[in-house]
């Protein structure tokens, strides 16, 4: 069964400053995605960013980029010029490519110091 | 925008009693998720469904069940509640298309306690 493992349980950032959290997995197949997922406190889920397994390119939106190491099997997040709205419980996910569900990892929780 | 709903925030139950946790998506989504978010374990799958009447085991339906009778509607349903299911529990729905698109939306949760 793939599993997806989150080493930091806590990180904490400088506002403006750049993060990047960590996330590995473990997976037999060759075609997948990956997604970074926040969960700002009391509030709902909601997708930053996602990577096909088969591109090489690393996927970016706006100040989030990932770095999409296949070999590795890493996938971390990449948070630029950090703001107080980035605070929040970041989760690490996978999909195989012909499944429906995802594996998520345990978190790691963001806190911006102003 | 994609809407989940779920019929609670906040619950809190007597061991033993039957729990009812429902969620709507108002997107036509073929595929909704069950989860329970508890610290340091993440989001692990408790039941999912592709199709209206059709469920699929997660990783822990132990003590769990599901329902969806409407294509929109998936309820899950503690039979007789205990405190180890004190917990959060999140929906989730996508569209079941293959590909990179078929990315899952989120309810808001429901923090469920059971004394």
């Known amino acids: 069964a793939q599993t997806v493992t989150q080493s930091q349980p806590e990180m904490s950032v400088q506002e403006a400053e750049t993060v990047t959290l960590s996330c590995t997995y473990d997976t037999s197949e060759s075609d997948y995605y990956l997604f970074w997922y926040k969960q700002p406190p009391s509030r709902q889920m909601i997708l930053v960013i996602r990577?096909?397994?088969?591109?090489?390119q690393n996927a970016t939106e706006n100040r989030f980029s990932v770095n999409f190491q296949k070999a590795a099997k890493s996938f971390s997040l990449k948070i630029s010029d950090s703001q107080l709205g980035d605070a929040a419980m970041y989760f690490c996910?996978?999909?195989?490519?012909?499944?429906?569900?995802?594996?998520f990892g345990a978190g790691t929780r963001l806190t911006v110091k102003p | 925008d994609v809407k989940v709903t779920q019929s609670s925030r906040y619950l809190v139950k007597r061991t033993g009693e039957k729990v009812f946790l429902e969620c709507v998506q108002d997107m036509d989504h073929e595929n909704m998720f069950w989860y329970r978010q508890d610290p340091g374990l993440g989001l692990r799958l408790i039941y999912f469904?592709?199709?209206?009447?059709?469920?699929e085991k997660g990783d822990i339906p132990e003590g769990y069940s599901v329902s969806r009778e409407k294509k929109e509607r998936f309820s899950l349903i503690l039979e007789s509640a205990s405190t180890n299911q004190t917990s959060m529990y999140l929906c989730a729905s996508s569209n079941g298309l293959a590909g990179i698109t078929d990315t899952q939306y989120f309810g808001p949760g429901t923090r469920l306690t059971v004394l």
């Open positions: 469904s592709y199709d209206v009447k059709m469920k």
């Open positions: 990577q096909e397994a088969y591109k090489q």
């Open positions: 996910a996978y999909r195989g490519y012909n499944n429906n569900d995802m594996r």
